[in-house]
């Protein structure tokens, strides 16, 4: 049962512009949202995370968006790189060490 | 900032043998790590806990006496696929906790021939 879910596997926008990647969740005890991005053959890289108190986070070009009510978050990247590119995971936890994926979103930054 | 290293970062291994990948915290120590297991296309699923100094964690549907973990010290885990078959070739990472945050490893791809 995948608790943390990304319903769009690639995404493609062109440089400069907005890239909004989505993600669900289903388990509302989950209070703590992370985006991860990865490169193929290498492990995730932590980009930015969120706290269930809060509904926004921003650092630099990503900004995270939580809505608690509708068990969503997004990010954000703007404006896009050609070096963004990779795929993007979010994971969510829930006080335990646990960390749910979701499946990944690729992301491709036309130059 | 916190890093995490594996080796073999690639292994190619005959049916019915056993493999062993290391997982290191090179810059913190680590009482807990994890073991992910990644399938084409699809999400990174978390395989077990390992905890320094006791037994691992396992997820449901991962079977404790084939995957092997050792958590030796604070800055190592390891994990053993022993008796290896096709099925299991995937991309094994592992994690390490510090700082209430999860640093993860560049990843170990297993190719079981």
């Known amino acids: 049962d995948q608790q943390v879910k990304q319903n769009s596997p690639s995404l493609s926008v062109q440089e400069g512009r907005i890239s909004i990647l989505n993600c669900d969740y289903t388990?509302?005890?989950?209070?703590?949202f992370l985006w991860y991005k990865k490169y193929p053959a290498e492990g995730p890289t932590f980009l930015i995370s969120?706290?269930?108190?809060?509904d926004k986070n921003e650092d630099g070009r990503f900004t995270v968006f939580l809505n608690k009510s509708a068990k969503h978050l997004s990010l954000h990247i703007v404006p896009s790189q050609p070096g963004d590119s990779a795929v993007y995971f979010c994971?969510?936890?829930?006080?335990?060490?646990?960390?749910?994926f979701g499946t990944g979103t690729r992301l491709t930054v036309i130059p | 900032g916190a890093v995490v290293s594996q080796h073999p970062s690639r292994v190619i291994c005959k049916s019915g043998t056993s493999v062993k990948i290391e997982c290191r915290s090179l810059?913190?120590?680590?009482?807990?790590m994890f073991w992910y297991r990644q399938f084409p296309k699809k999400s990174l699923m978390l395989m077990a806990t390992?905890?320094?100094?006791?037994?691992?964690?396992?997820e449901q549907g991962v079977e404790k006496d084939k995957f092997l973990i050792n958590h030796a010290s604070l800055t190592l885990s390891t994990l053993t696929v022993t008796s290896a078959h096709p099925e299991d070739s995937s991309f094994y990472i592992c994690?390490?906790?510090?700082?209430?945050?999860?640093?993860f490893g560049p990843g170990t791809r297993l190719t079981v021939l």
């Open positions: 994690s390490a906790r510090f700082d209430s945050e999860q640093f």
């Open positions: 388990n509302s005890m989950f209070d703590y």
């Open positions: 969120i706290s269930s108190i809060k």
């Open positions: 994971a969510a936890s829930g006080g335990a060490n646990n960390l749910f």
């Open positions: 810059d913190f120590q680590a009482t807990t």
């Open positions: 390992s905890n320094e100094g006791s037994k691992a964690t396992y």
